[in-house]
């Protein structure tokens, strides 16, 4: 098995915003942010391997107790990726946007076009915790083995009262790859895990939507779907998809060591819109009605805030807004 392992931190004493932390090793590797550094030109290598390409299905496993709503969240979210005529979104700036710029890394792989094309798969329901509440890298790999093992990205969502290995210490979430079989036939499939932090540590990985524990403390923004917890599993699973098209079996686009990569969302910790800083998130969008910050459009009339990824043609953090 392999695996990736992200903290979305933004906010720390040290001018370093992002950690990230090998699952293997279990030690802790500092990175520095790139923003507007011009010296850092093709800073995420090509090693040569896949990308995610085809029909790929975003299968969803809940894991504990969630409401519809707070579901709904993240399946609007899914299909907000892809603007199909069906689900199509007409304000601007628009999560399909915001994902479309990944395009530019196929590119570079020397392919023409982003032949991708994500959809919203099957959602498997284990509201009986049926591993326990306090779960292990083990078992992640386990809950994700219960989506679909082809053309697929399997997404693990642990609820607020689920304890996971290095959750709130060292990562927000994570994504790697687990190896299947089919008949004779072997092959890999792409997974992630992203855990709810309201109950256990908001400061961590639901900033800016709460204060930080860490670094200047300015005011918290407001959700733009009222729910701190589930508004920061969608900032850290929009990392984490990014990461995993473009890197989803540990030799496509990144720098540094293959266990603890920097990768096309990592490389951009605490940026979310232009201005941004240590403890400031950037010049964002607000909902007139509920004050909330955003700076993406999905489908149903959804808001969500989506972060900066790693533009390589500019070798700068790319933002919507």
């Not at 473009?246 to 969302?265: D, R, S």
Request: with cysteine; aromatic share 8%; proline share 6%.
């Amino acid at each position: 098995m392999a695996s990736t392992t992200q903290k979305f931190l933004p906010i720390l004493v040290i001018f370093s915003l992002l950690h990230i932390i090998s699952a293997a090793r279990n030690t802790l590797h500092e990175q520095q942010p790139i923003v507007d550094d011009p010296s850092n030109t093709m800073l995420l290598q090509y090693h040569r391997g896949p990308l995610l390409s085809g029909k790929i299905s975003v299968n969803l496993i809940w894991y504990g107790k969630f409401t519809p709503s707070q579901k709904a969240i993240v399946s609007d979210f899914i299909t907000s990726l892809s603007s199909t005529k069906n689900h199509k979104t007409s304000n601007n700036p628009s999560v399909a946007t915001w994902w479309n710029s990944i395009g530019k890394y196929y590119h570079l792989a020397n392919k023409k076009t982003s032949s991708l094309s994500l959809t919203l798969g099957k959602q498997i329901n284990d509201e009986s915790y049926s591993l326990g509440k306090s779960l292990t890298n083990k078992h992640l790999t386990e809950l994700a083995s219960k989506g679909a093992q082809s053309n697929a990205v399997n997404v693990v969502l642990t609820s607020s009262d689920v304890a996971v290995a290095g959750f709130c210490s060292s990562r927000c979430g994570t994504h790697g790859s687990a190896s299947s079989k089919m008949g004779r036939k072997h092959s890999k499939f792409a997974y992630i895990w992203v855990g709810n932090s309201e109950a256990q540590c908001p400061g961590h990985c639901a900033w800016p939507f709460h204060q930080p524990i860490y670094g200047p403390q300015s005011s918290p923004l407001i959700a733009p779907n009222n729910d701190v917890g589930l508004d920061g599993m969608i900032i850290n699973l929009a990392s984490l998809m990014a990461a995993t098209v473009t890197n989803p079996f540990g030799n496509g686009f990144y720098q540094g060591p293959k266990e603890a990569p920097l990768e096309v969302a990592s490389a951009c910790p605490g940026v979310y819109g232009k201005g941004a800083y240590p403890g400031y998130a950037g010049n964002l969008l607000m909902d007139k009605t509920s004050g909330a910050s955003y700076n993406a459009n999905g489908v149903n009339g959804r808001k969500y805030l989506l972060p900066a990824l790693y533009d390589p043609s500019t070798s700068t953090c790319s933002t919507l807004v």
